[in-house]
């Protein structure tokens, strides 16, 4: 599970503050990142880049609107 538009405000990250039971469970099983770092501010271009292993110049998605297939 990718979660690029989460901030690390939840339990498993140490924010006591917030409820988060589910996910925090999941992060205890699975794998957190401490320093993980994103293409691009936008959520499209990461994801895309995320999905194909390349940087946005090579997959051209800029914006929110250009699909990458």
């Known amino acids: 599970m990718a979660v690029d538009d989460l901030r690390p405000e939840f339990g498993a990250y140490g924010a006591n503050y917030v409820k988060s039971p589910n996910l925090d469970r999941l992060a205890k099983a699975g794998v957190t990142f401490h320093r993980a770092y994103c293409q691009q501010a936008v959520c499209s271009p990461t994801r895309s880049s995320l999905l194909t ?17």
Not at 54 to 69: G, I, S, Y
């Open 53 to 69: 292993g390349t940087r946005p110049d090579t997959t051209r998605v800029w914006d929110l609107v250009t699909h990458f297939r």
